[in-house]
């Protein structure tokens, strides 16, 4: 009798702190993916939690969106502990409508707006519109040409951009 040994599957890591950003978890098989989504995600020790986090041991948070996106795929949601100044609390104060540009996994790879087209350098954080809320909105934090912006999706297919707010009070 031979005993299988189930084969593990890639988890991408997108957003974050510097050592877990765009990493693969190796660790998971597709068995354990067909969990639910509430279930899957980790709390990541991290060596770049914010200088001014007042734990330093606090944890990167990484979960999937619900379907139907993938479950391999999971976004920085923010830390564990949330400290009081904690770069993902950053909102914009103003949003002007975009129009985004999505790539096949469903990220965010551009958007247009009046001043012109502002590429994603990088994804810095991801949370999605919770079932509490229905009339909440997906929120993107990301990067483009070394500025930091807040990207919100409305349903069903409309977009807001704005520059977000330094996290210094």
């Known amino acids: ?68 996106m993938r479950a391999d795929l999971w976004f920085f949601r923010g830390w564990v502990p949330l400290g009081p100044y904690d770069p993902e609390l950053r909102r914009a104060d103003r949003h002007q409508g975009v129009t985004v540009v999505l790539d096949h996994d469903g990220l965010v790879v551009e958007w247009t707006s009046d001043d012109g087209v502002h590429r994603v350098d990088r994804v810095l954080a991801h949370w999605e519109a919770s079932g509490e809320d229905d009339l909440g909105a997906d929120v993107w934090h990301v990067r483009s040409a070394g500025v930091d912006w807040e990207l919100r999706h409305h349903a069903p297919d409309m977009w807001d951009a704005g520059q977000l707010l330094t996290s210094e009070t």
Do not use: C, F, K, N
Request: glycine share 8%.
């Open 1 to 68: 009798m031979s005993e299988t040994t189930p084969s593990t599957t890639h988890v991408r890591l997108i957003g974050g702190p510097e050592d877990w950003r765009e990493q693969l978890l190796d660790h998971l098989t597709e068995a354990d993916l067909q969990a639910p989504r509430e279930s899957l995600g980790g709390y990541l020790i991290s060596s770049h939690v914010p200088a001014d986090h007042p734990d330093p041991g606090a944890r990167a948070v990484y979960e999937p969106d619900s379907e139907p």
